[in-house]
């Protein structure tokens, strides 16, 4: 217990977090701002707990006025069903917390006010994040569904892809719905936000899940995956191909084979990095 106790030394909150909590205070909305903290603690310190559980690398827990974020420091190159663990350990929590709040109220702790506006509160938030948008759970699930059977950068690329399209749905039905929510509009440009940094910088995401493989650090591994390669296709075309849960070996016209290994080395070590394969194949 204390080792998960250390968690909350790792729980960061955005300025505007407090920005948001001075204007509560000043408009009577502080209650309510308490219950979404609350809300959005706990499901973080979920994603938290079970990344420690596999010993994932957190670099913090950040509590945003309108959500939270548990950062890690992995790349693509844990177990499928890990990351799966890890993401579906955020939303399980609103389950106990829904059960929590029916007993309080029925102890007589609460008033039947404060538990409907906590179970409002609670299905409003589970059911946001399991939107199939990137950075959300929902975005994330979307993610490993996909990575299955895409490889890591074309996954990522659908998910992003993806996300937008359906983001772009949300913004026309709120456009109907709900034109002047102020709150809700922060939320929807929070995510076009993050979705555009995130396809800004997604070959440097692919980048990090190479070189955590150069270094060894990939786990998980289930089977050998063959790459059908051409001579004339350059070195970063094949691994552009390279899966999670599993080992490549990069076969060359149908000829003579390169371990994943191999190309790694000479990408990383032999910074040959616009070769073609038949170029590394002539020199061995």
Not at 138 to 149: A, P
Request: hydrophobic share 55%; aromatic share 14%.
């Amino acid at each position: 217990m204390i080792k998960y106790g250390r968690l909350l030394g790792k729980v960061r909150i955005h300025p505007l977090f407090w920005f948001v909590a001075g204007i509560a205070i000043l408009t009577g909305y502080f209650w309510e701002l308490s219950i979404l903290f609350m809300i959005v603690f706990i499901h973080e310190l979920g994603h938290a707990a079970a990344a420690h559980f596999f010993s994932w690398r957190i670099k913090r827990i950040l509590i945003l006025p309108f959500g939270g974020a548990c950062e890690v420091d992995e790349h693509g190159n844990r177990p499928v069903f890990e990351e799966l663990i890890i993401v579906a350990a955020g939303p399980l929590q609103h389950i106990w917390l829904a059960a929590g709040a029916v007993l309080l109220e029925t102890a007589g702790l609460i008033t039947m006010e404060s538990a409907l506006l906590f179970h409002k509160f609670n299905l409003m938030i589970f059911l946001f994040n399991l939107l199939p948008v990137w950075p959300l759970d929902g975005g994330k699930f979307l993610y490993l569904i996909l990575s299955v059977r895409n490889p890591f950068l074309h996954a990522m690329k659908k998910t992003l892809i993806n996300s937008v399209i359906m983001l772009t749905i949300m913004h026309l039905i709120l456009i109907i719905a709900a034109p002047f929510n102020l709150h809700i509009w922060i939320v929807v440009l929070y995510l076009y936000l993050s979705l555009w940094l995130e396809w800004k910088q997604v070959r440097y995401t692919f980048m990090r899940f190479l070189l955590e493989r150069y270094y060894g650090k990939q786990s998980g591994i289930k089977r050998l995956e063959v790459i059908e390669a051409r001579g004339t296709d350059f070195i970063y075309q094949a691994m552009e191909k390279f899966q999670r849960d599993c080992k490549h070996l990069i076969q060359v016209d149908s000829g003579r084979s390169l371990d994943e290994n191999e190309m790694l080395h000479i990408y990383f070590t032999k910074k040959l990095v616009n070769a073609r394969l038949k170029e590394i194949v002539s020199s061995d």
